[in-house]
């Protein structure tokens, strides 16, 4: 747009409303950037795309085994492949999704519904979210805006090797994906829940906030020895799962959920709903609270008969996976 480079403004306010001007006279004079650049520009598209695929790849990766390293701890933390994220891609694919597991868990969690997918010809991959895969103590300091970040991240290096994808997630990583679909909307061909926590079963769970109070009081007169840092999980899958949940994860959880809820009707892609119907972790409510509220005139509800959370492994998967492929 020739137009930005020549319109006049004033000096303070250029890097606000014209920073393509700005960023022309920072850049013009550095001559090896300049020449990176119009080298990328002679770069057929699908040369670009590989090249930001796979620095995304890499980017992960690094990402994630520094966390482990820098957080591993012998008998919290799993071997290191549960946690890395995975990749399954066919260069002829033009479909994909991108997938999100829950909290306190890992990619492996998903890697059976993955296979699935990925069978019925959709390249997939599995983001591993910032705080997992590791040990609680990571997940501890772990925001959720990172959480967020890990998903973007999965969004990039899916846009960069098909042409067309879905955002799947299953219970936080169902909330990640609601949040997602809310944010970029029909980038997305379609948009898969499962077991979102919209409202949650234990009420435990709402103490998170009192308890982080509770903490920064401690904190103020030096009592923080006596923080609650952590409560005991009994997880579903204990090769996976976290034994040990940090209150500022769950707190961190209620925080995006609440984001979540406020903007569920500016969903209007294709969307699947799935939820167990005697879910202990998440109320079954949830999926109709989402599935009425949400905006999108090509939406289904499937109601699963399971008294597990985890219905994205065992013998609820054949039907969940059924269910996936065939919307």
């Excluded at 069978?119 to 991959?125: E, I, R, T």
């Excluded at 899916?158 to 609601?178: D, H, P, Q």
């Excluded at 939406?299 to 065992?314: A, E, N, P």
Aim: charged share 25%; proline share 4%; with cysteine.
């Amino acid at each position: 747009n020739s137009k930005l480079f020549s319109l006049i403004y004033n000096f303070h306010i250029i890097r606000k409303d014209n920073f393509v001007e700005v960023l022309n006279n920072e850049i013009e004079p550095l001559d090896e950037l300049t020449m990176m650049l119009r080298k990328i520009m002679l770069m057929p598209t699908w040369l670009v795309k590989l090249k930001i695929r796979d620095t995304f790849l890499k980017l992960d990766s690094k990402i994630y085994l520094g966390d482990y390293n820098r957080y591993y701890r012998e008998g919290d933390t799993k071997p290191e492949k549960i946690g890395a994220p995975i990749f399954m891609h066919d260069m002829f694919n033009r479909f994909g999704v991108v997938i999100v597991h829950g909290y306190m868990a890992a990619p492996e969690e998903m890697r059976h519904l993955a296979e699935k997918i990925y069978k019925a010809g959709y390249s997939v991959y599995v983001v591993r979210l910032r705080g997992h895969g590791t040990s609680p103590d990571d997940l501890k300091h772990a925001k959720w805006q990172e959480w967020n970040e890990s998903v973007n991240r999965g969004y990039v290096i899916m846009k960069n090797s098909v042409s067309e994808f879905a955002i799947c997630g299953f219970s936080t990583g169902a909330g990640l994906a609601l949040l997602q679909a809310e944010k970029k909307g029909e980038k997305f061909k379609a948009l898969i829940s499962i077991a979102a926590p919209l409202r949650l079963q234990d009420v435990r769970a709402y103490l998170s906030g009192a308890v982080t109070v509770f903490n920064s009081i401690l904190k103020k007169f030096n009592m923080g020895k006596k923080k609650i840092e952590f409560v005991p999980n009994i997880p579903e899958n204990p090769d996976i799962n976290y034994s040990r949940n940090p209150i500022n994860g769950i707190y961190e959880l209620d925080k995006l959920m609440k984001i979540v809820d406020a903007d569920l009707d500016k969903i209007t892609i294709p969307a699947l709903i799935i939820q167990a119907t005697e879910d202990p972790v998440v109320n079954p409510e949830s999926a109709d609270e989402i599935y009425e509220r949400i905006r999108s005139t090509d939406k289904k509800l499937v109601k699963i008969k399971s008294m597990r959370h985890g219905i994205v492994r065992g013998h609820e998967l054949k039907a969940v996976s059924g269910e996936i492929i065939s919307f």
